[in-house]
Each structure stands twice: as C-alpha cells, then as structure tokens.
C-alpha cells in the first residue's frame, strides 16, 4: 500500500500540472463572486440569467460551481455583464 500524496489543495490534486490548478483556482474564486453578488443581489436564477447575458441552465451551473464548464473568458464577460470589473493580482508562489 502506498503512502497517499499530500497537496496544498484540492486543485493541485485534480490538476496535472501547477498551471491548470491555478485556472482552476481562479475560475472557482471568479464563481463565487458571482455567486455572492446573484445572492446578494436576491435574484432568481432567470433574473441572474438575464442581467449576466447567459441561460438559465447555464447560471444554474455556474452557482452550483461547476468549474469545469466555465472558461476564465466566460466568467470574466459575466462579471462585466453584472457591472464588475475583474482585476486579478499576481503572487510569487
């Protein structure tokens, strides 16, 4: 039996390489922004639908943070379409 790896997170564990763990990262950090703007915001999730510019279906995907199925593209043109600008921050790792 093998001694199981350690990770620093969850994305360094489901990604093959640090670079797809930091998409990962910041396209689910970007979700839940989103997220807690729709819920502070109160709108249904047709409401939210329409004011970020995408389907229903698809918001249902995005507050249920199914990364996989968002582009860093496609999250930022959200958060534009709500009225936010995305800035994003680089950190020495």
């Given at each position: 039996?093998?001694?199981?790896?350690?990770?620093?997170?969850?994305?360094?564990?489901?990604?093959?390489?640090?670079?797809?763990?930091?998409?990962?990262?910041?396209?689910?950090?970007?979700?839940?922004?989103?997220?807690?703007?729709?819920?502070?915001?109160?709108?249904?999730?047709?409401?939210?639908?329409?004011?970020?510019?995408?389907?229903?279906p698809?918001?249902?995907?995005?507050l249920?943070?199914?990364?996989?199925?968002?582009?860093?593209?496609?999250?930022?043109?959200?958060?534009?379409?709500?009225?936010?600008?995305?800035?994003?921050?680089?950190?020495?790792?």
């Open positions: 039996m093998s001694k199981p790896d350690n990770y620093a997170s969850v994305w360094d564990a489901l990604a093959d390489t640090p670079e797809q763990a930091a998409n990962l990262r910041t396209r689910a950090e970007l979700m839940q922004q989103i997220a807690a703007i729709v819920k502070e915001s109160k709108w249904t999730q047709v409401e939210a639908a329409a004011q970020c510019g995408i389907t229903q698809r918001m249902n995907d995005l249920r943070g199914r990364v996989s199925r968002f582009s860093l593209d496609a999250l930022v043109n959200v958060a534009t379409a709500i009225g936010r600008r995305v800035h994003l921050e680089l950190e020495a790792a």
